[in-house]
């Protein structure tokens, strides 16, 4: 029986030169189709020519051509939901105080009040958090200790990183965490400490700019500035002979867009930075965006951010040898809220579902004296539905995952995540600066 053939769902076609970048979203697959091969790939009648079979099969084996039999987004549908509905691994973040010791001004948790846990909730917290491991068996457990500013309580962080470890050893699971952090006060001493106490293997530290621009958006609650103070417990931590992976995130927005060159110059400088260091651009969100009048004119929109991503960051990226071939990574369930397997206990003992809702006493669906899997605001994320009509047919699903499910619960709509927009841009730019070194040589 004759074998039919169809272009995969997921490859993005882009017309260059006299050919075609062709990109498989799924298997990152990426390469320059000249002429004759762009030719071929265009005419199906080609397809099941005899003189073609070895061009049907380089197509075929790098996953741009499947036969008719294969369902490829069948496929990945089944995948979402699996990983949805089936995983091995339980995630908690752990928000051991709202305080904290800066004053940002676009910062999505203002106006909440501040709380610090108290002992009685962090040891009830635990019985729920071995209780879920009693229940769920997992092989790995992830863990993340964020905030308000997290290392205002440190000593509650080592204490549930202990307990952690102490479990892992019980019940055989693997265990990893990481913090999130403004770095004020993560010296490398007390890298060290979470490290070998917590079981702390990595840093999420929000640096906005070069140091004037830092200092004007990320101060101390009493004014201070902070850029110098945390470059330096970057520095110092880096230094150190342990694997603490720091990842730096940089919020950008219109003000703070223009001094990418210097942030990224001054980062260059840091040492280790091919093995524990990680830049990654962020656009300003979370609940600023609707409730702050100044926020919203001076945020991008997911559109706008991609386009300054791929035009501005990239290249800024390349010039200063950080790694610029970054290819979105496939998301299957883009947020552990909308799964069983994940749950944010707050400083309050409050159970939430989302990070947007550290603080936010309404938005709990439950406490850490009293969760239960029946509980209808637990099963209202569990259930919900986060792929409209549109998404399971849409190329960009792989790399979206369907958006952030609180954002489309809160606006009714598909909330499509910069790639939709940009991801081709994104291509051409990529193969743009690294035809640039071949031609150098
Ligand atoms: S619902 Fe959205 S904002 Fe909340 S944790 Fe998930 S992805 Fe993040
Ligand atoms: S949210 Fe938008 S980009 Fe994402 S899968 Fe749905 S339609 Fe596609």
Redesign the pocket.
Known sequence: MKTHYHKNFYNLEIPYKDGMLLYNIINKNFVFLNKEYSDFYNDKQKWEMEQYSNMLKEFEDAGFILKDSIDEKGLYLKNFYLSRWYSKKLLFTIVPTTSCNFRCPYCFEQGIKFKTMQDDVKEKAKSLIEERIKTFKPESVGVSFYGGEPLLEKDKIIDFGRFFKRLSMLHGFSYNADIVTNGYLLTDKVALSLYNDAGIKSAQITVDGPESIHDARRFLAGGGKTFKRIITNIRDILTLSIDFVIRVRVNVDKTNINYMDELLKALSTLPQRDKKLEVYFSPVTGEADKTNAFMSDILFSQEEFGRVYVHKILPLLKKYGFDFERYPEIAYVFCGGITPYHILIDSDGTIKKCYDLVGRENESVGDVENYREDDKRVLFWELFDPL?E??KN?K??PV?G??CPYKKMKEGK????M??YVLKDLLVKIYELKEEDNEKG
């Open positions: 409209s549109e998404c849409c960009y699903l979206c369907g958006g598909n909330v499509c995540e790639w939709r």
